[in-house]
Structure formats: structure tokens, C-alpha cells
């Protein structure tokens, strides 16, 4: 007889609610992509990504991955997000938000510059979106950026990778082998 570990409830319940409270919050937005694909299914790879290569199960931040866009690209205020999944989650969903308020050139600085001194829940996020945006971009780009521009987005994105190392290696060798296709 195969008998199945147990599966940590209060974790799924976690997650399940952050994949429902991100849909709703994400449910009128659209990637950037040629596909214009449900901006939804974002977070989800970047979930998918955390726990099938990642091996990752820390509740926390599985549901904080599902979360990581929803402070930056969406009318979700910190308040709201530590009273739904409480305050790990927020800080985790908080370290990998840029500031909308700055420049965009000032905003992809900081991420390279903060990466190392980011917890180790927040490396495994931020390595995760980085993987699904690369590969989103080799695949779907969006279709009025120039290749130089599209170049230069993956050049950023590694520089923000390498900044990571050391982090998580099955994820750091998914990046590098998906920033080498096409």
C-alpha cells in the first residue's frame, strides 16, 4: 500500500487565495507581449518556476510570487496586503516592487543595485520573474520594441541575475539556459 505525505493544508489555502486575490486584482491587464496573453498567467509561471525547477515550498514566498506585481501594477495598497496574506508576504511582495514614482532607468538601477541585498525569498522571486520575463520576451515579444531595445531588456535582466548568484542554482542554470535560446 503507497501511502502519500501529507499535504499542508494551511500552505494551499495560502496560495490558493493569493492566485484568486492576484486574478481579480490583474483580471482587466494584458502582458506586453504579441500574444497579449492575461497578465494572470505572469504570476503563475513565476510560481510554477519557484516550485517545479526552484524546488521551492516555503508557503510565504509561493504566495508572495503569485502577489509580486499586484503593489506595483496594481490599485493594491501594502495595507490590504497584510491584512489578506499577513506581514511576511507583504514584505516579500515589497522588496521585489519598484517605485512607480521614479524614472524607469532609475527604477531598473536600483534593482541591480539592491538584488544582493535582497532576503533569500525575494532572490528566489525576483530570479523567477526574471526566467518568465526572458522567456516571454524570446517568444512573445511585444511588437513595437526594436531588437536593439529588446537586446538591451535582456542584457539588464542578466545584469540583475548576476547579482543573484548564488541564490538557487537549478534556477540560475533555467535563466542562463532560457537567455540562450533563439
Known amino acids: 500500500m503507497h501511502s502519500e505525505p501529507p499535504v499542508d493544508e494551511d ?18 491587464q494584458r502582458r506586453k507581449g504579441s500574444d497579449q496573453s492575461p497578465y494572470i ?11 517545479r525547477v526552484g524546488g521551492v515550498r516555503r508557503a510565504e514566498v509561493l504566495a508572495a510570487a503569485v502577489l509580486h506585481d499586484t503593489l506595483e501594477d496594481t490599485a493594491t495598497t501594502p495595507a490590504e496586503l497584510e491584512a489578506a ?4 508576504v507583504l514584505a516579500l511582495v515589497q ?3 519598484d517605485d512607480k514614482r521614479l524614472p524607469k532607468e532609475e ?10 541585498a535582497l532576503s533569500e525569498g ?6 523567477a520573474d526574471k526566467i518568465s520575463n526572458v522567456r516571454d ?24 541575475v548576476s547579482r543573484l548568484r548564488g541564490t538557487n542554482a537549478a534556477l540560475e542554470a533555467e535563466f542562463e539556459r ?4 533563439g
Open 122 to 127: 525575494a532572490r528566489l522571486i525576483k530570479l
Open 95 to 97: 522588496e521585489v516592487s
Open 85 to 88: 496574506f499577513g506581514r511576511e
Open 41 to 51: 498567467n505572469h504570476p503563475i509561471d513565476v510560481l510554477d518556476l519557484l516550485w
Open 178 to 181: 532560457v537567455l540562450r535560446e
Open 137 to 160: 520576451m524570446r517568444h512573445t515579444p511585444p511588437v513595437f520594441w526594436s531588437r536593439q531595445r529588446r537586446e538591451e531588456y535582456l542584457a539588464w535582466a542578466a545584469q540583475v
Open 11 to 28: 500552505a494551499i489555502t495560502l496560495i490558493l487565495q493569493a492566485l484568486r486575490f492576484a486574478a481579480r486584482k490583474h483580471s482587466s
Open 107 to 116: 527604477r531598473k538601477r536600483l534593482q541591480v543595485e539592491h538584488a544582493p
